[in-house]
C-alpha cells in the first residue's frame, strides 16, 4: 500500500526566501505525481503534475522534480511571498488509471 | 468548463439521518474520485469510477456508505444512517484519462451532530 510522507509538516519564511518541500513515497513504481495547493476551507488547486516520462516541470516560480527510484519528489518554490501561503500536498498515483494517495501536507506560512 | 461542481457545499445533519451529497465532474472526464479529508487522517481515497463503473471502493469506511454513478455527469456518495464521525469534507475529482491532471470540487463539510 503506497504510504505518502511530506516533510516538513509546517514551514514559515519571510517573504522573499527560497524553499523547498519534500515529498517521499514508498513505491516507487508510481505512474505520474501531481502537486496541489490547498488554501484554509477551500478546495485543492493543481499546481504541477509531473508524467510518467519527465522528470521535472516548472510552472512560474515553481518546479517540481521526481526521482522515482528513489522515491521523491520536491517542489521548490522561488522568491516565496505572502500569497504563498497556503498547504501544499503532493499526490503520486500507481499504474495507469489507478488513484491518487496523499501525503498530510506542508503547511507554508510567508511572512511579509 | 465550470470544474467540478459539488453539492451541497455544507450540510449539517442529525444523528441517524440519510446525508447525499453530489457531484459534477468536467465533461469529458472519464474518472471520478471521492475523497474524505479529517485533520487527523488527510485525504483519504473513498472509491473511484471509471467510465461510470466503480473500480476500487476497498476505502469506503463500512456499508453505510455507497456510491453510485449512473452516467457520466453525475456521481453520488450516500451515508445512512450518519454518525457524528463521519464529520469531515467530502472532496470529489475527476481526471480525463491516465496522464493528465486532477481537478478537485470545492468540497462538502459534513457536520454530523
Known amino acids: 500500500k503506497q504510504e505518502v510522507t511530506q516533510i516538513p509538516a509546517a514551514l514559515s519564511v519571510p517573504e522573499g526566501e527560497n524553499l523547498v518541500l519534500n515529498c517521499s513515497f514508498t513505491?516507487?513504481?508510481?505512474?505520474?505525481l501531481q502537486w496541489f495547493r490547498q488554501d484554509p476551507g477551500k478546495g485543492l488547486t493543481s499546481l504541477l503534475l509531473?508524467?510518467?516520462?519527465?522528470r521535472e516541470q516548472t510552472s512560474g516560480r515553481l518546479n517540481a522534480s521526481l526521482d522515482k527510484s528513489s522515491g521523491r519528489s520536491t517542489l521548490y518554490i522561488a522568491a516565496s511571498q505572502p500569497g504563498d501561503s497556503a498547504t501544499y500536498l503532493c499526490?503520486?498515483?500507481?499504474?495507469?488509471?489507478?488513484?491518487?494517495?496523499f501525503g498530510k501536507g506542508t503547511t507554508l506560512s510567508v511572512s511579509s | 468548463d465550470a470544474g467540478v461542481i459539488q453539492s451541497p457545499r455544507h450540510e449539517v445533519t442529525e444523528m441517524g439521518q440519510e446525508v447525499t451529497l453530489r457531484c459534477k465532474p468536467i465533461?469529458?472526464?472519464?474518472?471520478l474520485f471521492w475523497y474524505r479529508q479529517t485533520m487527523m487522517r488527510g485525504l483519504e481515497l473513498l472509491i473511484y469510477?471509471?467510465?461510470?463503473?466503480?473500480?476500487?471502493d476497498s476505502g469506503m469506511p463500512e456499508d453505510r456508505f455507497s456510491a453510485k454513478m449512473p452516467n457520466a455527469s453525475f456521481s453520488t456518495l450516500k451515508i445512512q444512517p450518519s454518525e457524528p464521525r463521519d464529520s469531515a469534507v467530502y472532496f470529489c475529482?475527476?481526471?480525463?484519462?491516465?496522464?493528465?491532471?486532477?481537478?478537485f470540487g470545492q468540497g462538502t463539510r459534513l457536520t454530523v451532530v
Open positions: 513505491d516507487s513504481a508510481i505512474y505520474n
Open positions: 465533461s469529458g472526464h472519464d474518472y
Open positions: 469510477f471509471n467510465n461510470n463503473v466503480p473500480i476500487d
Open positions: 509531473i508524467q510518467s516520462s519527465q
Open positions: 499526490a503520486p498515483w500507481g499504474q495507469a488509471g489507478t488513484a491518487l494517495i
Open positions: 475529482a475527476s481526471r480525463d484519462g491516465t496522464n493528465t491532471e486532477a481537478f
